[in-house]
């Protein structure tokens, strides 16, 4: 069964500082993927996606992440964080396969950003 | 495993089917989510719980009848759904609003 994996539960950063949130998954064919953020007491938002095409993507608020289809992976990055980045952050990966397109979530990781 | 079960994972359905869709959750939240995920779309929230009363109905239609027995339990009814209806529908649970627990959805598609 596919999964996600992300390695970083729990994230503290000063603001100003660089962020990179791991983000890996168990499928071998074709996949979407997507990263969306739960700010604290609000529901999910889309940072970015990604379906085909450059495997840079560039999101909302200064948010990017790579595809890098050999490592399995779609990495969270930003280079300068701020206070009101503090938020839990999920992976997401649709796979295309013959049961059909199930999403999965990877458990989230919780960015605190110190001011 | 995340704590939030979903039954079934696959559902075919007619237009002029009546069918339920069932989330369970056994992380003691209070709050319950069903959120719909088309095809390259994002994540749309359609109702959320709170303590069994429903605090959010984010303009869904009325084809679509959520119910909330307990804190534990959250029914989707489905009644004469459109093929655009076909989707993947998500539930989650949180505690106050906070990190969300997902099931592992149910593929709906509708003919």
């Known amino acids: 069964a596919q999964s996600v994996s992300q390695h970083n539960h729990h994230v503290i950063l000063s603001e100003a500082a660089s962020l990179e949130l791991g983000c890996n998954y168990s499928y071998g064919g074709t996949v979407n993927l997507f990263w969306y953020v739960q700010y604290p007491g609000q529901h999910l938002q889309l940072l970015l996606k990604?379906?085909?095409?450059?495997?840079l993507v560039k999101g909302i608020k200064g948010f990017e992440a790579e595809f890098i289809k050999s490592k399995f992976s779609f990495n969270l990055r930003k280079p300068s964080v701020q206070w009101s980045d503090t938020a839990e952050y999920f992976c997401a990966v649709i796979a295309n396969n013959n049961a059909g397109n199930m999403l999965t979530f990877g458990g989230g990781t919780r960015l605190m950003v110190k001011p | 495993e995340t704590g939030v079960t979903q039954t079934p994972r696959h559902l075919v359905m007619g237009m002029t089917n009546k069918k339920s869709l069932k989330c369970e959750q056994h992380?003691?939240?209070?709050?319950m989510y069903w959120y719909k995920q088309s095809a390259k779309k994002p994540l749309e929230l359609m109702f959320v719980?709170?303590?069994?009363?429903?605090?959010e109905n984010n303009s869904v239609p009325s084809r679509f009848s959520p119910e909330c027995p307990n804190s534990s339990h959250l029914f989707l009814h489905l009644h004469t759904l459109q093929p655009e209806d076909s989707a993947l529908y998500l539930c989650a649970s949180s505690q106050d609003g906070r990190k969300l627990f997902f099931g592992s959805g149910t593929q709906l598609s509708v003919l």
């Open positions: 990604y379906f085909s095409g450059d495997p």
């Open positions: 719980y709170n303590f069994k009363e429903q605090t």
């Open positions: 992380l003691g939240h209070n709050a």
